[in-house]
């Protein structure tokens, strides 16, 4: 199932995308697709018995605002330096562990949503990147299978990143990654059944028309199931949080000087394979 949420900012309704690019609305049958719903398996049956049935009412998508796909994140996980690709552009050695960092829930926008350029920032940079929605409560994960098992879905995000503020004021990247509309996220959250393999993504970002970005999840230093069963041993993971898988090569940060930074009336336009698109414009905070 392709779930999203539709609507103006903080008035969104759940909705469901069908094969054919019908939309149809769930608020009768749902109240939204946050961590409730992702950890009812109950309530998900009875969507997808719902879809089947085609009874659920039709959405006209004309002028209609997509929001993030998941209402109420617990936290956001980011994953850095994840891609050999991305590690051999910046010329460092892939990490012996998963690089971890949080990014605050209140950074999530929707994926057509506007991005704000920080004030007094040089450098900010676009990250195109697999988001891994969480479905069932996991701490002390043992195996690969038990975490794919606790995946819900998976999305596209944008891991907006301010460099000098992340790399050059001191202290935890926490300063460059939770800027004010820093994680535009969706347009869907696709079910973990859809994709049978998640190391199998094509994925590319676009800035003003130009491919900055062009690489594939099979590039990741650590997969998305070793990915979730790390975090599990350091933080429990609940329905509705997100683990974000880092970014391959092409980022601003990773090119020659000059660096082509993010600037108001930049557009962004980024997309993972069977995950949807995103587009954004940027505008100075």
């Known amino acids: 199932m392709r779930l999203l949420r539709v609507g103006p900012a903080g008035a969104e309704r759940p909705a469901l995308l069908e094969d054919d690019g019908t939309l149809r609305d769930l608020s009768g049958l749902v109240p939204d697709v946050d961590g409730a719903l992702l950890g009812d398996r109950a309530a998900l049956t009875h969507v997808r018995a719902a879809v089947g049935a085609r009874i659920l009412p039709v959405l006209d998508p004309r002028g209609l605002r997509i929001g993030p796909p998941v209402a109420r994140i617990g936290k956001i996980v980011g994953i850095g330096a994840n891609y050999r690709d991305a590690v051999a552009e910046a010329g460092l050695a892939a990490p012996a562990e998963p690089v971890v960092f949080l990014k605050a829930p209140d950074t999530v926008v929707g994926p057509e949503d506007t991005v704000l350029v920080p004030r007094d920032s040089e450098k900010t940079d676009w990250e195109v990147e697999l988001a891994v929605v969480i479905g069932r409560t996991a701490r002390y994960l043992r195996t690969d299978e038990e975490a794919l098992a606790s995946v ?15 790399n050059e004021r001191g202290g935890q990247w926490d300063k460059g990654k939770n800027c004010e509309t820093f994680t535009p996220l969706g347009p869907w959250l696709v079910t973990a059944d859809e994709i049978p393999d998640p190391q199998a993504l094509g994925m590319r970002l676009w800035v003003n028309g130009e491919l900055m970005q062009e690489s594939g999840t099979a590039e990741q230093i650590f997969p998305v199931a070793y990915l979730v069963r790390y975090v599990s041993r350091f933080m429990t993971l609940y329905p509705g949080d997100v683990v974000s898988t880092g970014t391959p090569a092409g980022t601003a940060f990773g090119r020659p000087e000059p660096k082509p930074y993010l600037r ?19 505008k100075n905070a």
Not at 152 to 166: H, I, K, L, P
Not at 264 to 282: N, P, S, T, Y
């Open 152 to 166: 819900a879905g998976y999305a596209v995000a944008n891991d907006v990143t301010e460099r000098e503020f992340q």
């Open 264 to 282: 108001a009336g930049d557009v962004m336009e980024l997309e993972i394979d069977g995950l949807g698109r995103q587009r954004q414009q940027v």
